[in-house]
């Protein structure tokens, strides 16, 4: 009897008439805790830090097309420098280049066609796109967990109103039976057995309200906010929303994984376009002003000022292989990445399946719990009325109790749970659960 009552003790508030609360007490749904717990994690300042950085390696590529400015300085002895051989009687003597060298100069060098900027640049933005993808990836998941403590914290609650009526109903019945026994119409243990029933049931709803308060805090740190002991905590319905989805499996791709698939894809494509556009010619003006002995003549010997400018043409047409092996790298990569979104998308499926079964199975169930209640109530009224004539025990009351309570606890739990698989089902492929 009381081994099956401990564990039983769950959902009489699901199965009895919603009240309306005297005083206005906070209401918390599912999805806007979802939601919370989306936009409250840690990882999701990511999304800005990825746009950041890639804004700032846009910017680097961008300043590509500015010119390059770069100073140099150089002194430099030469143990041996060109001279001039024996020159004809009375001819002047051919000027000899110094040994000691010195250069100052400014190059400048300006970029007039890349034709891999485009393509860098738009790797970067692929970047940004399939990185985001990537975070709001892991962000999805944090809704499963607000999934199972939301409906662990629903059945905490069911657990203790369960409770707190059961206690309601054997305080009445022991005022009944300590009645009798004032009278002389009962022995004292009738009510012994129902004080160490309510004692019993005292201690659960001690161990209930410390689990329901961890249950709550679990979902606050989740999803950042606070969840107050009396907040409510309304149940889902969505039945037709698992209903139009079902028929309509094999097509739902609303996963944010899926985006960052098709982003994974969109990024080897560009990377391809890169190493396509390394192998064409690129084209750039260069020019240099200095100080120096020699400069430009070097047969000076005087410091002078000179100058030079040019365009300067840079082509690699033959690199062994590298270009196609490098494109060859990113078509494997596309054939992995297709073949891990085929695995998530069996994967999906196997889930959803096990969801749907689930719900199948408890809304089958449902359909008789209202009669399996209202046998055991009618025996349990006819317990009560020979319990008030002294005719049972209390023993025997509180099992006929028990297995009301136990019936209420199959259907509260049945709600609660199937609740719970149809928000799963949603969240899996990637819905919404209003």
Excluded at 294 to 313: E, H, I, K, S
């Amino acid at each position: 009897m009381t081994t099956l009552l401990i564990p039983s003790l769950l959902a009489l508030a699901f199965s009895l008439p919603a009240q309306a609360p005297a005083a206005r007490l906070d209401t918390l749904r599912l999805d806007s805790l979802q939601r919370a717990a989306e936009r409250t994690d840690r990882r999701a300042a990511q999304l800005e830090l990825l746009a950041e950085q890639a804004s700032l390696r846009l910017r680097s590529i961008g300043a590509e097309r500015l010119p390059t400015l770069s100073l140099l300085g150089q002194a430099q002895y030469l143990s041996d420098v060109p001279a001039f051989g024996a020159t004809a009687p009375g001819a002047p003597s051919p000027p000899v280049q110094p040994k000691d060298q010195h250069d100052a100069s400014l190059s400048v060098r300006q970029r007039l066609y890349d034709p891999a900027r485009a393509p860098r640049r738009a790797v970067e933005q692929a970047q940004l796109a399939e990185s985001q993808a990537r975070v709001r990836s892991a962000l999805w998941q944090q809704r499963q967990l607000v999934n199972e403590s939301f409906f662990a914290a629903l059945l905490l609650d069911a657990q203790r109103a369960t409770l707190e009526a059961g206690i309601t109903d054997l305080q009445a019945q022991r005022r009944v039976a300590g009645e009798r026994v004032a009278s002389g119409a009962a022995l004292p243990s009738e009510t012994a057995l129902l004080d160490a029933e309510l004692l019993r049931r005292r201690q659960t709803r001690e161990a209930l309200d410390a689990d329901r308060s961890a249950a709550r805090a679990v979902l606050a740190m989740l999803t950042s906010q606070p969840v107050a002991d009396d907040a409510v905590l309304v149940l889902p319905d969505a039945a037709a929303s698992v209903a139009t989805w079902r028929a309509a499996l094999d097509g739902a791709r609303e996963r944010p994984e899926y985006a960052q698939f098709e982003r994974g894809r969109a990024l080897l494509a560009e990377r391809r376009t890169v190493a396509a556009a390394q192998d064409q010619p690129r084209l750039s003006a260069f020019g240099r002003t200095g100080y120096g002995r020699p400069g430009l003549n070097p047969l000076a010997r005087d410091f002078d000022t000179y100058w030079m400018a040019g365009l300067q043409v840079e082509w690699s047409p033959w690199n062994w292989g590298t270009t196609r092996r490098d494109q060859e790298v990113q078509a494997v990569q596309a054939q992995i990445l297709s073949s891990e979104e085929a695995a998530f998308t069996e994967q999906l499926r196997r889930a959803a399946v096990r969801d749907l079964a689930t719900v199948d199975q408890l809304e089958r169930a449902l359909g008789s719990d209202s009669a399996i209640i209202a046998l055991h109530e009618s025996v349990l009224r006819e317990t009560r009325l020979r319990f008030g004539e002294g005719v049972v025990t209390s023993a025997e009351y509180v099992d006929r109790e028990t297995d009301v309570l136990t019936a209420r606890l199959a259907q509260a739990t049945r709600r609660v749970r199937l609740a719970e698989a149809r928000a799963r089902f949603l969240t899996t492929i990637g819905r919404e659960v209003r």
